[in-house]
Nanobody, 125 residues
Framework: VQLQASGGGLVQAGGSLRLSCAAS????????VGWFRQAPGKEREFVAA????????YYADSVKGRFTISRDNAKNTVYLQMNSLKPEDSAVYYC???????????????????WGQGTLVTVSS
């Protein structure tokens, strides 16, 4: 599975961005897809995930209420809508996917088999 992340950019605090993760796999709707981010000097951290085709979504506490993950199965694409952005949201954002992930592992980046190349989000204060 090849993942292509896009949509990053420079935005002022309080602004919005929508990231996209497009997949080459026709059965992408059955995959668990997660968004992770990594700021300079920090470890990669979980942001949000959508679990398989069940429609369940999960968020890190730091983004809950501001970010929304969704998927368009017809386009084999998962989105991350980011609103009310803060400077601390600045990072390289990665999408990841896995077909066999169990629910208890969705926040663990080491459990995902497929990764996109990352897209840079910079939020200015």
């Amino acid at each position: 599975v090849q993942l292509q992340a896009s949509g990053g950019g420079l935005v002022q605090a309080g602004g919005s961005l929508r990231l996209s993760c497009a997949a080459s796999e026709r059965t992408f709707s059955t995959y668990t897809v997660g968004w992770f981010r990594q700021a300079p000097g920090k470890e990669r951290e979980f942001v949000a995930a959508t679990f398989r085709s069940y429609g369940r979504t999960y968020y890190a506490d730091s983004v809950k209420g501001r970010f929304t993950i969704s998927r368009d199965n017809a386009k084999n694409t998962v989105y991350l809508q980011m609103n009310s952005l803060k400077p601390e949201d600045s990072a390289v954002y990665y999408c990841a996917a896995d077909r066999g992930l169990i629910l208890s592992s969705i926040r663990n980046n080491h459990e995902y088999d497929y990764w996109g190349q990352g897209t840079l989000v910079t939020v200015s204060s």
